[in-house]
């Protein structure tokens, strides 16, 4: 019961994630005005709004125009409360559970407007950093160790300018700052496991894009959506995997 009621909070934030992506590129507030169809502008109404269920009985389309509407805003609400029920599993009723929850979403937003836009905004970096030193002043407030996430930071971001810098720009500011937010989140030793499984994800998708002639090695292939990625990953089976590593 607890998990359905976790799954259906994740779709409803989801949903809101969903206005931010699709908002945050063309530099509309995500507050107002309130939701609406891309083309026929008629406001939605609540029983339209329903995470997956409203797309499912609309069969895509919107009610009023019959305009077909993406699948990928459905995709989006679904797989915020799988991974709303994913954290709770692993992390039950605890402060790092609701830090990640805020983490994964925060991610969310980030890699899909990478994803469709290869930009990554300073706005959603920005609030992303704000949160994270939020929950650090918490640690801190409830004295647990705080520098490790420092390090994390630092490490994260650190790694991704340089790497930045000695490119000449092949991979953009913008990943620094998301490796800078997961660093602070994740702490050290799980954001030296993001940084890796990040590069190893990356890898091989490029790999597999070329191969595949989806993309040539000239094509510019966002690296976010792979840290975001690798932060997930790191988020559910982190200490696991490196507990089998040490092992
Ligand atoms: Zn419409």
Not at 6 to 16: A, N, Y
Not at 94 to 102: F, H, Q, R, V
Not at 125 to 135: E, R
Request: hydrophobic letters at 50%; one cysteine or more.
């Amino acid at each position: 019961m607890d998990y359905l009621i976790i799954f259906i909070l994740g779709t409803i934030i989801g949903s809101f994630l969903n206005v931010c992506i699709y908002r945050i590129p063309k530099s509309q507030s995500i507050v107002y005005p309130p939701s609406h169809c891309a083309n026929c502008k008629i406001n939605l109404k609540p029983y339209d709004l329903i995470p997956v269920l409203s797309y499912t009985l609309l069969k895509g389309r919107c009610r009023y125009c019959r305009e077909k509407i993406s699948v990928r805003y459905s995709i989006v609400e679904f797989l915020t409360g799988i991974l709303y029920v994913s954290i709770y599993v692993k992390y039950g009723v605890t402060l790092d559970a609701i830090k990640y929850i805020i983490m994964v979403s925060i991610l969310i937003v980030i890699g899909m407007i990478d994803l469709e836009t290869t930009n990554v905004y300073f706005k959603t970096t920005l609030t992303g950093s704000i949160l994270a030193i939020i929950f650090l002043a918490l640690h801190a407030y409830m004295g647990l160790p705080v520098i490790n996430y420092i390090y994390g930071g630092v490490i994260g971001g650190g790694t991704l300018s340089l790497i930045t810098i000695i490119t000449k720009g092949g991979m953009g500011g913008g990943d620094a700052e998301i490796c800078f937010i997961c660093g602070l989140f994740l702490g050290l030793k799980l954001t030296l496991l993001m940084l890796f499984l990040s590069f190893v994800i990356g890898s091989v998708v490029g790999v597999a894009l070329i191969a595949l002639s989806k993309k040539t090695r000239k094509d510019y292939v966002p690296f976010g959506p792979f840290i975001v990625l690798a932060s997930i990953i790191t988020i559910l089976w982190g200490q696991g995997i490196i507990t089998w590593y040490l092992l």
